[in-house]
């Protein structure tokens, strides 16, 4: 499970987070350095930093090269937290050795932010990993379809299932609405489960008509009893359970093709190792 951090209703992934954050230190450990040893290395460590976040993303949207080509546009979009933080950091690490080898004053600026950096990722990934979350099931709550019938979401233990939380009012859950929708439409080996947030049906059928979207398995949850089961308080959220029924993996954040690509590879390794427990 991606871990995230939780400010009040906003609900952020921690992996970016930490990418960010190791950056930041970088940086702030370069201009120290630079300062203490009289050489002007801000651009250079700023450039450093420039670098691997471009080559952190680049190396993302090369991985899922097949999903992003189809909307070449998503590549800018790094609102979706695509990132290949290993990626990223080889490449600033061998741009800072490049940089001084042609301006030999720049080699402890340089090495202090690489360094840095490098540190504050692989430390921040260990702690993350030391983590150990409560298991996650698909929980026996009871929902309702659109057209009134009662549904246990524990139902779809048995095949794989990707499980939206959104509102129509939200705006990156209606960003995410049609890769989702285009998800289902091309998996039918996997379980979408659409869970509103709140809303009436007249409202949700409303928006699902205006849209075209023609989605299946759409729930209300009128009570937001989904969002304290999975202890999510942000809008959108994904999460990717495996045929047994635990959550493999989580996506807090509009979803692109290439970041759903991701979690349903994920999904799809996790859940060829598990048993399929016939829906009850």
Not at 36 to 59: I, Q, Y
Not at 150 to 167: D, H, I, K, M, Q
Not at 210 to 221: F, Q, W
Request: aromatic content about 6%; hydrophobic content about 50%.
């Amino acid at each position: 499970m991606n871990p995230t951090l939780q400010i009040g209703p906003l609900a952020l992934p921690m992996a970016p987070l930490l990418f960010l954050l190791a950056a930041a230190l970088g940086l702030f450990a370069g201009k120290r350095i630079g300062v203490r040893s009289g050489v002007d290395a801000d651009a250079a460590v700023l450039a450093v930093l420039l670098v691997g976040l471009a080559a952190a993303r680049a190396g993302f949207v090369w991985e899922w090269r097949d999903a992003y080509l189809r909307h070449p546009l998503d590549i800018l979009d790094i609102r979706d937290g695509g990132y290949a933080p290993v990626a990223g950091m080889a490449a600033a690490c061998l741009y800072a050795l490049l940089r001084v080898q042609r301006q030999r004053t720049l080699r402890n600026p340089l090495a202090a932010a690489a360094l840095t950096m490098l540190v504050a990722w692989v430390a921040g990934t260990i702690a993350i990993g030391s983590v150990s979350p409560n298991a996650i099931t698909l929980p026996p709550l009871r929902l309702h379809t659109l057209d009134g019938h009662e549904l246990r979401l524990s139902n779809f233990t048995g095949r794989p299932t990707v499980v939206n939380l959104w509102a129509s009012w939200c705006p990156p859950c209606r960003r995410e609405m049609p890769v989702l929708g285009r998800a289902q439409a091309a998996r039918p080996d996997i379980d979408f489960v659409f869970i509103n947030q709140g809303e009436t049906p007249a409202r949700i059928l409303r928006y699902l008509q205006d849209e075209n979207l023609g989605l299946r398995n759409v729930l209300l949850d009128a009570a937001g009893t989904a969002g304290r089961a999975f202890d999510q308080q942000g809008l959108p959220a994904t999460l990717f359970f495996d045929a047994r029924g635990r959550l493999v993996s989580e996506r807090i954040g509009a979803l692109s093709e290439g970041t759903l690509a991701a979690g349903l590879a994920q999904l799809g390794s996790m859940s060829a190792t598990a048993t399929a427990v016939p829906a009850q």
